[in-house]
């Protein structure tokens, strides 16, 4: 039977055996047939397309030549012996070079025969050389039938080292398709192949491996994708449809007192379009009796807290009580600071609760929370502890929701009977592709616009050598009555890394800008709380002129006077945390500036991030450019999705085409057939069990 065949343990496969099995376990985690033939080509080269040698520059990655060894020489002694070979084309020569494998190599390598080289050059010596090349001898070629797109596996170096190359796996991948004499059973319903066109599985699996051409390839490649990114739409689709049927929502229907008078006597500005469009939005979900759970996407400086606010008095308006939870202790003060001015005169009651509140506050809080006096509550992870009880929590709203896990989150939807509606806000931009899959079942809300006056802040990358020149500058700023903070990697000096320290920089900026005429205040994450909150003030009442810091400013921290903003050591830190860095300045009417400090010695990737700082403010663009970078596996949260995140082919950042595709689809059927009870979409739902067989369940939880 088929399914025998697919099940049928790797070591079976003609050309594997256990030796080779083991290697492919552990290695490629390739335990069966199956497992093979979803291991899937990472690229595929034009094997009638040759470069010429003369053309070889050192941007290439992987190229192909065609040409003969015109010599072979041993090196070396007996443990230390390296082959080296000289290959010519036309127009030029080449240096091969071997470390391992000499000897087989060396009996099998001829010269004067023609072969197709395949590999990666080096520019070494003012020669391009190529280690351990691909060679294959065109005689021997022309007899197999292959065709003219080569497919490329990844293979680890271990793999390698036992000769498991991107070649064998290929052998290997035509003895396990010789095998499927049937069509392998469709993963798709069929309704869904037949309205896409799409090719069906088998054929789709036989042209990723052996493509008959670019065109059948790249269909082949559409259906793999497709199916990938379908199926996680599918599992957050379902998520969002389940929490909607089995949780009631709590109707705020009122528009009351609070949100008018705030609205008409207190609002310091006018709300910008985004902010106007984003409270509707809430209000319309909030209002509908279904439970709110909303994404609100904002870069920094956007104005999130305000919209926050106004729907928590929309809740308060309706007899509801809400809360804040904010990831560190310095924005929960900043928020219940900047709230209680907001409303101040109104009457509500609003309390913070974090760490280091008294046991004694404690107590007074959570009997003022039971008994309905508080209307919000602001607070860190304190928030979640079983003891704080509501008497009835209506709206949760979760600021820089990325730096809490799923679990943390779930325990505040447990707050009421009914899980009180969820804001969560993000100014971490995740891009929309992204956003659609991590949090696909959430809805989510963008404030794309930034509150007018704002001026764009000025970038530069500064090495140590403009160190003077940045002390003048800061002077100047000073001088004009505005605030500087300076942001180090490190408390201390470190011996391992070398990157400038705090305890260091505020020896030189005390000596640089020395008292009484400067005043610097410090903080760090080792400081205790109090300490802390007193250093913060002394720079947001304006009484310090330069603030030092580590990154524990880096989210939230709001004083708009604060003009520049300079990161010591910038190699150190990923796109997104410059970027948040970057945005605590940029707050007010001025001109604000930061300067990314770094030593000479950058690696590509560094280099490349600072330049996407210096030519970038939007945050859209340099959260792209940062999952370009790092990949969508290491982004926070990718793990904590509670997904079966199995792509294989399909690539967030490049195939958000396929993913909207998939996404609509997901929709469509799952609008249906809620609970995939339709006979057309069981093989739905035989494909989620097996995907979902290995992963916790995090149910309904966003
Ligand atoms: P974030 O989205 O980063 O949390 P905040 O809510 O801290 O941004 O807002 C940044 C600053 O902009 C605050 O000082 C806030 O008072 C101000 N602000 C918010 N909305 C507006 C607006 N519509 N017009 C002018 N300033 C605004
Ligand atoms: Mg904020």
Not at 37 to 50: A, E, Q, W
Request: net charge positive; with cysteine.
């Amino acid at each position: 039977m088929q399914s025998d065949i697919l099940n049928t343990d790797i070591k079976y496969l003609a050309g594997v055996g256990p030796k080779r099995a083991e290697l492919l376990n552990v290695e490629l985690n390739i335990y069966t047939i199956q497992d093979l033939l979803f291991y899937f080509p990472f690229k595929h080269i034009d094997r009638t397309k040759f470069h010429k040698i003369i053309d070889i520059t050192d941007d290439y990655s992987y190229i192909q030549l065609r040409g003969v060894i015109v010599s072979i020489k041993m090196e070396g002694q007996k443990y230390k012996q390296r082959l080296t070979a000289t290959f010519a084309d036309q127009s030029g020569t080449v240096e091969l070079v071997w470390f391992s494998g000499v000897k087989w190599i060396l009996q099998n390598l001829k010269t004067n025969h023609e072969y197709i080289l395949f590999g990666k050059p080096n520019l070494f010596n003012r020669k391009f050389s190529f280690v351990h090349p691909e060679l294959e001898e065109i005689a021997k070629l022309e007899n197999k039938i292959t065709s003219s797109l080569q497919s490329f596996y990844s293979i680890s170096e271990k793999l390698k080292k036992n000769y498991i190359t991107s070649r064998v796996i290929s052998t290997l991948m035509q003895n396990a398709i010789s095998l499927i004499k049937i069509d392998i059973p469709e993963s798709l319903p069929k309704y869904l192949i037949d309205d896409l066109k799409l090719m069906s599985l088998s054929k789709s699996i036989k042209e990723t491996h052996f493509p008959t051409n670019a065109n059948s390839l790249s269909n082949a490649v559409f259906r793999i994708k497709f199916e990938e990114l379908f199926y996680i739409q599918v599992q957050l689709v379902k998520l969002k449809y389940l929490r909607i049927s089995k949780f009631k929502g709590f109707a705020f229907k009122k528009v009351g007192h609070n949100l008018n008078y705030f609205y008409n006597n207190k609002l310091p500005f006018e709300l910008t379009n985004a902010q106007k469009k984003v409270i509707k939005e809430i209000r319309h979900d909030i209002g509908s009796g279904k439970q709110m759970n909303r994404l609100l996407q904002g870069d920094v400086g956007s104005g999130k807290t305000l919209v926050a606010l106004m729907s928590m008095l929309i809740a308060i308006d309706n007899e509801y009580q809400t809360c804040i939870m904010a990831p560190t202790e310095i924005l929960a003060n900043q928020h219940f600071n900047s709230i209680s001015k907001f409303v101040d005169g109104m009457d509500l009651d609003i309390r913070i609760l974090t760490g280091s509140t008294k046991a004694k506050d404690r107590k007074i809080i959570h009997n003022d929370l039971i008994s309905g006096k508080i209307n919000i509550l602001l607070g860190t992870h304190a928030l979640l502890e079983d003891i704080v009880k509501f008497k009835n929590l209506g709206l949760v709203v979760i600021d820089e929701q990325h730096r809490f896990g799923v679990a943390q989150r779930a325990k505040l939807w447990k707050k009421n009977i009914n899980p009180p509606h969820v804001l969560v806000m993000t100014a971490t931009p995740i891009p929309r592709t992204l956003a659609m899959t991590l949090y696909g079942d959430l809805d989510v809300s963008v404030i794309d616009e930034l509150p007018p006056g704002r001026k764009a802040i000025k970038t530069y990358h500064y090495f140590d050598n403009k160190r003077l020149r940045l002390f003048s500058f800061l002077k100047e700023q000073i001088k004009e009555g505005r605030q500087i903070y300076i942001v180090y990697p490190l408390i201390k000096e470190s011996e391992k890394m070398d990157y400038k320290d705090l305890e260091d920089g505020l020896e030189s900026i005390s000596r640089a800008f020395p008292p009484p005429d400067f005043t610097i205040s410090v903080v760090h994450g080792k400081m205790k709380s109090a300490e802390k909150e007193k250093a913060m003030q002394l720079f947001v009442k304006g009484n310090a002129q330069i603030m030092i810091s580590t990154t524990v400013i880096e989210v939230g921290v709001d004083v708009p006077n604060a003009s520049v903003m300079v990161i010591e050591s910038v190699e150190r830190f990923g796109l997104s945390q410059l970027h948040q860095l970057r945005g605590r300045v940029g707050r007010g009417a001025d001109q604000s500036y930061c300067i990314l400090m770094s030593s000479y010695k950058l690696s590509k990737e560094a280099k490349l991030r600072i330049d996407t700082m210096v030519k970038t403010n939007d945050g859209f663009e340099i959260a792209e450019a940062d999952l370009k970078l790092r990949g969508p596996g290491d982004i926070e949260g990718t793990q904590q999705s509670g997904i079966a995140f199995d792509l294989k082919l399909a690539n967030i950042t490049k195939d958000s085409h396929i993913l909207q595709i998939a996404r609509n689809k997901a929709i469509d059927i799952l609008k249906n057939d809620n609970l995939l009870e339709h006979s057309d979409n069981q093989v739905l739902v035989k494909q989620l069990n097996m995907k979902n067989r290995h992963k916790i369940n995090w149910s309904v939880i966003s």
